[in-house]
Every structure is written in C-alpha cells, then in structure tokens.
C-alpha cells in the first residue's frame, strides 16, 4: 500500500487519506472485513459497522464484481492459483 495524499481539514487534521493497493492488498481488506460481522465492526470502533461496509462495498462491487463472476472469492482463487 503507498498513501498518495492526505487532504487535511481546516484543523490542519488528516480528513481524507488517498492510498494505493495492490490487487492482493485489496483483496486481503475485502475478504477480512467481509468475515466481520456487524457487531464485531462496532466493538472494534463506534461506527465501525458502517465503516466496514463502505470499505467492503466499495471494494466488492466496485472492483472484484466487476472482474470476477465468484467476486471477492475469484480474487481469492486467482491468488491461491497462483501459490
């Protein structure tokens, strides 16, 4: 992962962080937050369970979906193919 930019707010505080990640590293975070439940979400951080399916949208539906028929698990596949 390389962090491109971080837009910070009128506090001079990070706001925005804008990263890069590989096809594996994405397809790591998609499959960790997938196996999260909603309740662990938010016991690991208040609004966590939001958080974890933003992230998890984004990447499911925005990426994998639309290269892989399995989704999040075709991704996986290729990975596993590959070792």
Known sequence: MKVKRIDLDDEEMPERIH???????AAYVAVLLG???SIAAEETMSGGAVLNDAVYSGL????FNRFYDDGVDGAVAR???RD
């Open 79 to 81: 990975l596993q193919a």
């Open 35 to 37: 196996t999260q439940n």
């Open 19 to 25: 990263v890069e990640l590989s096809h594996d590293e």
């Open 60 to 63: 499911a539906y925005s990426v």
